[in-house]
């Protein structure tokens, strides 16, 4: 009996540990948290806070005005050489291949900073220019508000950690944004293929 006993509450507990798992990693669909963010964003998108920002030429704007629109989101901050400097290239790509829904006013690209103290526009104009994003179909962008870099990167789920060498790391990915300024997909950095597949067949009537 003791046996017997002991075999059920073994089985109890891997059914219980199973549970546990399927849980935690979102029905073993996901095993990090990165996956299980963007497997919820695409089952439930994400209202966006109506956050105030500054472009490359010192307009102000908010989210809210890019309404109507597909848009494109990355974060990066200008000093950065390795990982915005992928996601630089993986937008302008995205600028050259998606030209036709952006000149239609279908779509836009926006980089916001996450290092708005040090990325004056005249810096994000920099950054531009490094990757040839000739606007207007590609801003870039910075929070103007303490509160409002917080509330904009906590929507996107970026996460900024200081690298104690006067940089930052942080995850990367580009962010789809949909015409009702829901976060509504997220793809890998590198993905360029993917991406313009992914808006050229949401903006197909």
């Known amino acids: 009996m003791s046996a017997l006993r002991t075999a059920v509450l073994s089985v109890a507990l891997l059914v219980a540990g199973g549970e546990g798992i399927a849980i935690a990693t979102d029905g073993f669909r996901a095993f990090t948290t990165e996956t299980a963010r963007r497997l919820a964003v695409r089952r439930r998108p994400v209202g966006l806070p109506a956050v105030p920002l500054e472009n490359q030429s010192g307009v102000a704007f908010t989210v809210d005005d890019l309404r109507g629109r597909w848009v494109l989101v990355d974060f990066i ?20 291949q998606l030209a036709e829904p952006i000149a239609r006013g279908r779509l836009q690209l926006l980089s916001v900073s ?68 829901r976060l509504v997909d997220i793809y890998d950095v590198g993905q360029v293929e993917l991406v313009t597949r992914s808006v050229l067949d949401r903006l197909t009537p």
């Open 77 to 96: 901050y200008t000093r950065c050489l390795t990982m915005c400097a992928v996601l630089g290239g993986d937008f302008s790509q995205l600028e050259r």
């Open 114 to 181: 996450f290092d708005p103290a040090h990325d004056a526009p005249a810096d994000l104009a920099s950054y531009l220019t490094r990757f040839r994003g000739h606007g207007p179909g590609w801003e870039a962008a910075r929070p103007v508000a303490e509160e409002g870099l917080k509330q904009i990167t906590t929507a996107f789920g970026i996460t900024v950690i200081p690298d104690q060498l006067g940089g930052y790391t942080h995850n990367a990915a580009i962010h789809l944004v949909d015409p009702a300024g």
